[in-house]
């Protein structure tokens, strides 16, 4: 969203970053990452890859159900703080990269591959990118769960997210220099990665959704 543009801004200010989180979803963001979760984990021992960590919020779920972690993020601020949350010998490898490097990963060597509220931060060509290799990095019955702002359904819907991202917008271009953008058609990017959605849900009016997707026949 224009406002999850602010982590950028955040990033340079981890120990606010999960409030900020908080405030910049209305409350939602918890549930949100709740649900990723669930979703990406299916059993104790999963591999899991999870793209733009942050703070660690979702890998401490990940790692409650069991699952083996290895966490990108780009910014080593973030890395540092999502480090210290887990004691010694918690199942987790930290990276610092950034998304698009994705492809010096093995392949087919995930059960799940996690990208939470960092794709509205990438192009569209770098989306598509991204999606595509995270499809090879999944292991036979695999599958990506995606979360993220996305353009709602319906006209009135469209004008109100709009009102309410002016001024996060606004906010987010006098701080870091940048806006990002919902995502048009979220399963719809999924698919043209060769991913056939089998889950949807969302919240917040249709501005937040969840997509877990597995690799077509």
Same mark, same amino acid.
């Given at each position: 969203m224009s406002s999850l543009a602010?982590?950028?801004?955040?990033?340079?200010?981890?120990?606010?970053?999960?409030?900020?989180?908080?405030?910049?979803?209305?409350?939602?963001?918890?549930?949100?990452?709740e649900a990723v979760a669930n979703a990406a984990v299916r059993a104790p021992g999963d591999a899991v890859l999870e793209i733009g960590c942050g703070t660690g919020s979702v890998?401490?779920?990940?790692?409650?159900?069991?699952?083996?972690?290895?966490?990108?993020?780009?910014?080593?601020?973030?890395?540092?703080?999502?480090r210290a949350r887990f004691a010694t010998g918690a199942t987790v490898d930290w990276v610092e990269r950034t998304a698009s490097e994705i492809d010096a990963l093995p392949r087919a060597a995930f059960q799940s591959v996690v990208l939470s509220l960092c794709l509205s931060d990438m192009s569209r060509s770098e989306?598509?990118?991204?999606?595509?290799?995270?499809?090879?990095?999944?292991?036979?019955?695999g599958r990506v769960v995606a979360a993220d702002e996305v353009r709602p359904r319906g006209p009135l819907r469209r004008v109100l997210q709009r009102?309410?991202?002016?001024?996060?917008?606004?906010?987010?271009?006098?701080?870091?220099? +940048? *806006?990002?953008?919902?995502i048009p058609? $979220?399963? @719809?990017? /999924?698919?043209? !990665?060769?991913? +056939? *959605?089998?889950?949807?849900?969302?919240? $917040?009016? @249709?501005? /937040?959704?969840? !997509?877990?997707?597995?690799?077509?026949?």
């Open positions: 602010l982590m950028r801004w955040l990033e340079g200010t981890p120990e606010r970053y999960d409030a900020g989180m908080r405030a910049l979803t209305f409350g939602r963001v918890r549930r949100l990452h890998t401490a779920l990940l790692l409650a159900r069991g699952a083996r972690v290895t966490a990108f993020d780009h910014a080593p601020e973030m890395l540092e703080q999502a989306r598509a990118f991204v999606l595509r290799e995270a499809a090879l990095r999944l292991a036979p019955g009102l309410w991202r002016i001024p996060q917008a606004a906010l987010a271009w006098l701080l870091v220099g +940048a *806006v990002s953008s919902p058609d $979220l399963i @719809g990017e /999924l698919e043209a !990665a060769g991913l +056939a *959605v089998r889950e949807s849900d969302e919240w $917040l009016f @249709g501005t /937040l959704a969840l !997509a877990v997707a597995e690799k077509s026949e």
